[in-house]
């Protein structure tokens, strides 16, 4: 069965500094992974996906994931956080069903 | 670029009445989704359409029916409502796997 860790779930940063938001997966196979990001009362929206292709993927919004077999992590990251990144975040992976598991999410607080 | 629209955005229910929820897509799209968000427990999976004329139950069925109407189309019904169905319901679409999820923004539903 495949599973879906976000490592914490509360993140705080102050602005201008940078962001890490922890991924953990665990599958049988190399599974396709995404972040999503969920500001309030808003759906999810997609930030960046990995499909097998290069292992460091560049999303929207300045935010990029690196996924590491080995680890088997997909963690995210900017360099720079800005006050409109506060959101919750949320980690998924799909394989070779139809499905996506989703992680609980971590919301990303950004103080002035 | 309207995408995955969801109607209602906001119900209010009593004990034991009957809903529909309506989804549509305009991506095309093979596969729908519907979600419950809860606080605390992420996004949890109540029902899903693999393809036109297909559907599937997911991690929390009971008490919710489903009726994928035609390609665009995935309604979600409760035949009577209780208040431990209170949630933010999320419908989505995907193109196939290994490809994301798309999400509408939702629909607020309370059940006194």
Redesign the interface.
């Known amino acids: 069965a495949q599973s879906v860790t976000q490592l914490d779930s509360h993140v705080s940063v102050s602005e201008g500094t940078p962001v890490l938001l922890r991924c953990n997966y665990s599958s049988s196979y190399s599974p ?1 992974l ?1 972040w ?1 990001v969920q500001h309030p ?6 930030l960046l ?1 990995y ?1 097998s292709a290069a292992t460091l993927v560049k999303g929207i919004n300045g935010f990029e994931a690196e996924f590491k077999k080995s680890e088997t992590s997909f963690h995210l990251t900017k360099p720079s956080a800005h006050m409109s990144d506060a959101a919750e975040y ?1 980690c ?1 992976a ?1 394989g ?5 598991t ?4 971590t919301l990303l607080t950004v103080n002035p | 670029n309207a995408g995955v629209t969801q109607t209602p955005k906001f119900q209010v229910l009593k004990t034991g009445q009957s809903m529909t929820l309506q989804c549509a897509q305009d991506m095309n799209h093979n596969s729908m989704y519907w979600y419950r968000q809860d606080p605390g427990m992420g996004l949890r999976l109540i029902y899903y359409s693999a393809s036109e004329g297909t559907t599937d139950k997911g991690e929390v069925p009971n008490g919710y029916n489903v009726s994928r109407l035609n390609k665009r189309e995935f309604s979600l019904r409760l035949e009577s409502a209780a208040p431990s169905q209170t949630s933010v319901y999320f419908c989505a679409s995907r193109a196939g796997i290994n490809q994301p999820q798309h999400f509408g923004d939702g629909t607020r539903l309370s059940i006194l």
């Open positions: 396709s995404f999503y009362n808003k759906g999810l929206q997609l996906k499909t949320f998924a799909g070779s069903n139809y499905k996506l989703f992680g609980k999410g």
